[in-house]
């Protein structure tokens, strides 16, 4: 079945389809853009999928990449972030992937599998140093929710000796911009407001 008949598959069953609510917001990486629903999908978590393989616990990206122009599937919160091929045009998959997504959450089926989502939950850091609480400080307050805004997150690793590891997921990462991002902006916050901050670095996924 093509993409296009199962959104339309999808909109055919008896339920209250305008009651949720999708709408899309452009990122800095021209291949990748944000699906934002009125719904949500992973309160205080986000799960990045870069690929079918990582997509098998999650029902909602497995499917998502049965599309065959998608690449990418990051999740957070209220939000799904998709990363097309260099060959599709946004405009002609945007209202398919819309209804798909629109159904999928009407439904209620299941974003995450269990055993997946308890992972998730239980791996969220927890971490006592004084170093490591200021950064995690910073990064929750001020730029978190920016990051979000451009359909990824950011999620800190480790410090050692003043450099500061960092993961971008999402829309971040692989952004032509996120080079300039990570050092003009999250680097450059750091070291003026933690003192013995040298570098902030991200690690690849």
Known sequence: MSFVKKAKAQNMNEINLNAILIYTESTPNPATLKFVSNKMLLP???????DENAAKESP???ELFGFPFVRGV?????????TK??????YDVIPSIRAFLQAYIAHEKKVLNDTLLEKLKADQPVYDGTDEQQIIEVLDKYIKPAVQMDGGAIQFKSVEDGVVTVQLQGACSGCPSATLTLKSGIEAMLKRMIPGIKEVVAETI
Do not use: G, M, R, Y
Request: hydrophobic share 50%.
């Open 74 to 82: 990051f999740i957070a919160n209220n939000f799904v972030t998709i």
């Open 60 to 62: 909602l990206a497995s």
């Open 44 to 50: 205080n978590l986000s799960i990045d999928l870069p």
């Open 85 to 90: 091929d260099d060959n599709t045009n946004w």
